[in-house]
Every structure is written in C-alpha cells, then in structure tokens.
C-alpha cells in the first residue's frame, strides 16, 4: 500500500505546486487528494489544471470540488459572476481564461465539472473542501454547497474543550461519524499558523498559500508533511489575495 498524500489549496500557485510535488515525490502506489480551491489568488490557474489532469495520468488522483472552483465552473458555463468572486481572486482568473481559445476552456469546464463533492476512504477518513453541516453526516447533507462552503465544521473544531471525548453529551455530534476528516477552505495563518493543525480529529491543511503561506502537502497516515517556499516568494511580482 503506497501513502495517502493530502494537498491543501493551491489558488493558481503552479510554481508552488510543482515544488510541492518534486518535495513529497509521489510514487505510483500513492493516492494524491486534492482537497479543491484550484484556482484564484495567482496568475497560474489554467497551468495549474493542466497540471493537475496530467498527475492524474501518471497516479491515483482525487480531485475535490472547492468553492474557488466552482465559482469558476459557473462563469464558465453561464458568463456570469459575482462581484465578491472578480474581487477575490477571480478577477486575475477571467484575465487569463478570457486569453485561452474555446477548446482549452472546454477542456478546464470538463475537469472543473468532474470534481468531486468528498471522498471518503476505506478507513473511514473524509476528505471535504470545506466542511458538512448535516449532524448525521455528509450522506445527509440537505445543502451540498456546504460541501466547498461551509466553515462552522472547522469554527466548531477551534471552540472545543479539548478535555470533552468522544461519547460526551457536549461533545460535537459531527465529528463522531469519521476516523478523521481533513479539510481546507480556512486558511491556519488566521490563528497564526504556517503547518497543518489538528482540533479534535479534524485536520486543516490549508496553510495559506493564496496569501502568505506554504502549499502543503500531508501523509495522512503519519502526518509527515511537505511545504513549498511561501508562494507569494515565487511570485514577486504578484500581490495574490490581500
């Protein structure tokens, strides 16, 4: 059995991503997740989809829908877009898709429309962009989008007594379906971390690299961890998401 190698937010860092990759040298055997937010933030978003249909040609891959993505997918398929989307991240985005012919939009449309909502592994692990609201689990959840949107998974994880176990009546329903659940969305650097950070058993392993911060990779077995330089080094002349 090869690792299971987690991979936090990317935001169009290619230059981070293919350090990244060089760094933790997956094998055939590994399985590569990709927990979403492709895209946004810097310059390199198509080359990073590019990148990332080309591992999946060479290893296990699972590719998880953020909400960067499908904010992206959307303006995509309809010329429409929010004004929140264009001024986080988006705007840098439309400047470069407006730049690639119909044929190499359509091909980045068929990957953003592939992604997956979670995945959860034969150990009971979940693996989710953001998070799920549902208490009975994601198998419930009413509203998908919660899926790349939701952050009161992770608030909850912040806010908890670390003394509460599982089994206590205060202890939170959600977090007793899954072994692990390993998430992005919310970046540590805003409780002034640049590693991966456990609270309770979930794991957040966005470690802002759409501004600050490294991109990470994470065995999920042995929470061994990879990073990149901090992105906003490799691209001086950018200012990413302030």
């Given at each position: 059995?090869?690792?299971?190698?987690?991979?936090?937010?990317?935001?169009?860092?290619?230059r981070a991503l293919q350090q990244l990759v060089e760094r933790c040298a997956p094998t055939a055997g590994d399985r590569l997740i990709f927990l979403g937010d492709y895209v946004d933030g810097w310059s390199?978003?198509?080359?990073?989809?590019?990148?990332?249909?080309?591992?999946k040609e060479k290893y296990r891959c699972v590719f998880i829908r953020g909400n960067h993505?499908?904010?992206?997918?959307?303006w995509l398929q309809t010329g429409q877009y929010s004004e929140e989307w264009f001024n986080h991240g988006g705007r840098i985005t439309m400047e470069r898709y407006?730049?690639?012919n119909k044929e190499k939009k359509q091909l980045q449309l068929l990957f953003l429309e592939s992604l997956k909502d979670y995945y959860l592994d034969?150990?009971?692990?979940?693996?989710v962009h953001a998070g799920f609201t549902n208490l009975n689990g994601v198998g419930n959840e009413?509203?998908?989008?919660?899926?790349?949107?939701?952050?009161?998974?992770?608030?909850?994880?912040?806010?908890?007594?670390?003394?509460?176990q599982p089994g206590d009546p205060l202890y939170p329903k959600r977090f007793n379906h899954y072994k692990e659940v390993f998430i992005g969305h919310t970046p540590v650097t805003r409780i002034g971390k640049t590693v991966p950070v456990q609270k309770a058993n979930i794991w957040n392993v966005d470690t802002g690299a759409a501004f600050k911060?490294?991109?990470t990779a994470m065995d999920?077995?042995?929470k061994q961890f990879w990073q990149s330089e901090p992105v906003y080094s490799l691209y001086p002349e950018e200012s990413g998401r302030n």
């Open positions: 059995m090869g690792r299971t190698l987690v991979f936090g937010d990317i935001h169009g860092g290619l390199q978003s198509p080359e990073v989809i590019d990148f990332l249909i080309g591992l993505d499908d904010l992206l997918m959307q407006n730049a690639l034969g150990q009971n692990r979940l693996f009413y509203f998908t989008r919660m899926f790349y949107w939701d952050r009161t998974l992770w608030e909850t994880a912040l806010a908890l007594d670390p003394t509460l911060g490294p991109l999920a077995d042995t």
